[in-house]
Structure formats: structure tokens, C-alpha cells
């Protein structure tokens, strides 16, 4: 499914209907160069969970859990480089819990994630557009985009 | 009063001792920098096995065989778990083979401390901005130990900002100290933009390095040394505007600045030449982390009577509360 993304607010947008959609254990791995807005993604996702406060770029600490109507474990991968010690961190305690995880940078360790995810991958067009690519892995994830395309045209 | 200081939540094992929250005895702090150079960042499951590899050389270090402690402040976020409770673990069993009371600290808070180990001291009411790799806080403090947040960062911190330009402008890490030292040899002629947040005191970098990734993608000759200079002069402006901003509103007779970032030589000279009001920084090595502003900071705490029991927990997403 392809969507495009005119601004940060429409990006936030789509991450928030995600956010309504969302429950236990979902993964959604988030691809795209620098300053693409996968953060701006999450920060949706968050509202849409319920979380109330900002959503801070978490590259610096690799991990926040924000608590919201589901917990959000918001993982970013970019200071990592060596999938060997990726593989170490004890992610997997956040993939199989209770709560919904967001895994910026996931391209650097796909291997190492979760088959079933949904991958969402953003892409430069011009100035302030994106391109955003959702592909699901799985069939919570195929139902996941049904429902997440009657939310967007519902809400038009 | 002698307060022994144990620091483990992210890169640095370190361990200090401190009188009387000003003067550091020793100052102890095993980097592992070189380690994380190799991978291009913090690599978590190398932290915590470097700290528990570190912990008990550094403590050694730190404390003289002569050494007499009246008490104990350890680190208890925010940070990483598994790197928090290296340094937890060592404090309470030393509080606990010592008989000497324990404290728990918050690293955020101890930053702003860091200003109160050098020979001034800090005067209220006064504004603290933290710049470091994970935050861009701005703090108004009225007395010891009572904090008021004007603004934090609502994306990427400053710290964050310059590692992530750096890695953009292809010059290696740490990259808070490389942009600085691309930055000596340019000048800063690339227009770039300033978010201001007008109306708020909170802070916002991502659109900033979303300019530069696309200035740096769509020009091809793009000189990296100048680049870097208008990056940082970028940044620091903003820094500055808005923290003596807040100064004039509150009325304060001093500006602190902490955190990794504050040792940026370019923030330094910007925040002397633009404040009426005299500007404190540590030197530098007390600028990133540190165990002597975790003691000086258990130092108050320890004062008042508070004495924390051995179930003392980490805290990884600990912030600082109004």
C-alpha cells in the first residue's frame, strides 16, 4: 500500500490512525533515510495510542517505553551498526510482550527482527512530500492494512 | 561531609569523591569510548559488560585505602538498564559492608550540579540548560533541589542533532566534538534554518538536520567545514536566544550550563559575549558524565536525611519533575 505524505502533520496523521488500529504485540518496523519523519510517524502512532506528552527522538538512549492505552516501546537502531551485537540486546522482550513496537533504523538488522511485522518505509519525493510504503508480513498485518485503508476513507 | 559518587548509565564507569558537594577529591572515569568508536555509537550489551568489567578498577581509583565516606549517591537514571545496575549494585554493597547511608540520583539533576564543583558559586534564582546526547532542557531553579521545566526538546536533542549532522557530513564520532573541529577550519555561509518555537521554550532540531541531509543530497559541492560551522552556528543560536530569553523572564542572576554540549568551545563564547548575566559552565571533563556531580548532588540530599534502603531500583526513563 502506498500513500503519499504532503507534510510532517499528514505523516503524524497516518502514524495516529495506526495508533487507533494497534494492539498487542504488533511490530512496525520503520525504514527511511535521515530526516525522512519516522520519528513524525511514531509521534502519531503515540496519539493514537493515547500517549499524552512529546515523543522524542529516542537514537540517544535506543529504547522508551511510553505508556498509553497499549505501551509503546519506541526503539531506535541508528547509533548501532554490528547486527551481531544487535542481536544481543534483548529486544525480544519487547516483540513478544503486551505492548506495540516501533523499531526505527530496522533495516540495519532485519534479519535479526521479527517475520511478521509490518514494514513501513518512507521515502524523500520533493521539500516537504514522502513517499510511505506499508507491506505487510503476516496476516494480523494483511487485516491490519484492510482496516487501517477504511480508517483513512472514513476520515477524507 | 565526604561523599563517594558512582555513575554507570551510559558510556562512562566512573567514581569520584567529594567534600562537601564542592570540592572533588578524586575524580575517577574509565571512558569507553575507543570501544564505541569502532561500532559508530553506544553499543548497549558492550556497556554493561565494559562497566562490569570497569567498575571495581575505577572504584579503587577513586577511593584511597585512607579514605573516610560519610555516604553514598549513585546514578538510578535515566539511562540503560543493564548499565544502571552496575553501578546500583556496587553502591549498596559498599553502603551496606560500610554501614554508610545510600542515596539514589537523578543524572539530569547532577548535571546541573556539575556547575557547583568549580570556584563560583552558583547563585538563585538562576536557568540551567542541559545539553547532552538525549536531552535539551531548559530549567529554572529558585533554590537547591526544586526544579522547574521551561522546555525540553520535542524531537532530537542538541547532542543528537550534532552526532546526526556529523554522520550527514560524513565526519566520524563522537560528533558533538567533530562537528566542533570541522567547524574551526570553515565559516558559516550555508543558510540554514532557525526553529525558534516562538511562544514555548521547548526545543526542536529534526527539521535543522532534515536541511542540512538535503542541502548535503541535492548539492554535490557542499565545502563539509562549512557545512559544519553553519550547523553549529544553527544550533548554538537558538541555544542561546532562548536560554537568555528565559533568563530575563525569570530574573536570573546566573545562567548554568551542563551536559555534554556545554563544553562546545562556540556555545561557550556565544553565551559570554550575548548574557548580561554572568554564564557557569564546568570544565569539560565534568561536562559530560561524571561521578563528581553525582556525589556533589548526594551531597544535598544526603544533608536533608534522605537515605534510600537497598531495594533502591534504576529508573531508565527517569525525567526531571516540576
Given amino acids: ?156 | 561531609m565526604r561523599v563517594l559518587g558512582i555513575e554507570t548509565s551510559c558510556d562512562e564507569t566512573a567514581a569520584a569523591v567529594v567534600e562537601d558537594g564542592r570540592k572533588a577529591i578524586t575524580n575517577e572515569i574509565a571512558s569507553q569510548i575507543d570501544i564505541h568508536a569502532r561500532f559508530g555509537g553506544i553499543v548497549p550489551e558492550v556497556a554493561s559488560r565494559q562497566h562490569i568489567l570497569a567498575i571495581i578498577p575505577v572504584l579503587e581509583r577513586a577511593v584511597p585505602a585512607d579514605c573516610e565516606l560519610d555516604g553514598i549517591a549513585v546514578t538510578v537514571g535515566p539511562g540503560l538498564a543493564g548499565s544502571l545496575i552496575v553501578g546500583l549494585n556496587a553502591a549498596k554493597a559498599i553502603s551496606l559492608a560500610k554501614g554508610l547511608p545510600l542515596v539514589g540520583i537523578n543524572h539530569l539533576e547532577a548535571h546541573i550540579y556539575a556547575n557547583w564543583l568549580g570556584p563560583v558559586t552558583p547563585q538563585f534564582p538562576l536557568i540551567a540548560l542541559i545539553v547532552s546526547g538525549g536531552h535539551s532542557d531548559l530549567i529554572l531553579m529558585r533554590e537547591h533541589l526544586k526544579y522547574v521545566v521551561l522546555g525540553r526538546t520535542r524531537d532530537d536533542a542538541a547532542g543528537e542533532a550534532f552526532d546526526k549532522a556529523a554522520r550527514i557530513l560524513g565526519l566520524g564520532y563522537p560528533g558533538g566534538p567533530a562537528i566542533e573541529k570541522a567547524a574551526f577550519k570553515g565559516k558559516p555561509t550555508i543558510s540554514l534554518p532557525r526553529p525558534w518555537l516562538k511562544g514555548s521554550y521547548d526545543f526542536s532540531f529534526s527539521g535543522l538536520k532534515t536541511a542540512l541531509f538535503r542541502l548535503v543530497s541535492k548539492e554535490r559541492d557542499v565545502d563539509p567545514y562549512d557545512a559544519a560551522a553553519s550547523f553549529q552556528e544553527a544550533v548554538t543560536d537558538v541555544l542561546v536566544k532562548k536560554t537568555l530569553s528565559a533568563a530575563r523572564e525569570y530574573g536570573a542572576r546566573n545562567i548554568l550550563l551542563a551536559g555534554g554540549v556545554a563544553a562546545n568551545k562556540k556555545l561557550r563564547e556565544k553565551f559570554q559575549s550575548e548574557s548580561p548575566m554572568p554564564v557557569i559552565f564546568p570544565e569539560p571533563v565534568n561536562c559530560t558524565d561524571n561521578a563528581a556531580m553525582i556525589a556533589a548532588c548526594g551531597y544535598l540530599h544526603l544533608k536533608r536525611g534522605e537515605k534510600a534502603g537497598l531495594e533502591l531500583d534504576a529508573i531508565p526513563d527517569l525525567s526531571l519533575q516540576s
Fill in chain 1, 1 to 156: 500500500m502506498l500513500l503519499n505524505s504532503k507534510s510532517p502533520e499528514e505523516t503524524r496523521e497516518f502514524g495516529r490512525h495506526l495508533g487507533l488500529l494497534a494492539s498487542p504485540g504488533d511490530v512496525y518496523l520503520l525504514v527511511g533515510p535521515l530526516g525522512a519523519g519516522k520519528t513524525c510517524l511514531v509521534q502519531g502512532l503515540a496519539s493514537g495510542l493515547g500517549i499524552e506528552g512529546y515523543v522524542p527522538s529516542p537514537s540517544f538512549v535506543l529504547v522508551r517505553e511510553l505508556k498509553g492505552r497499549l505501551p509503546l516501546y519506541h526503539i531506535d537502531l541508528y547509533r548501532l551498526e554490528n547486527p551481531l551485537e544487535i542481536e544481543n540486546l534483548g529486544l525480544d522482550e519487547y516483540f513478544y510482550g503486551q505492548g506495540v513496537s516501533a523499531v526505527e533504523w530496522a533495516d540495519r538488522v532485519l534479519g535479526s527482527l521479527p517475520e511478521e511485522n509490518l514494514l513501513i518505509e518512507i521515502n524523500y519525493l520533493y521539500e516537504n512530500s514522502r513517499q510511505i510504503t506499508f507491506s505487510p508480513h503476516g496476516k494480523r498485518y494483511e487485516g491490519l492494512l484492510r482496516a487501517f485503508k477504511n480508517q483513512l476513507s472514513k476520515d477524507v
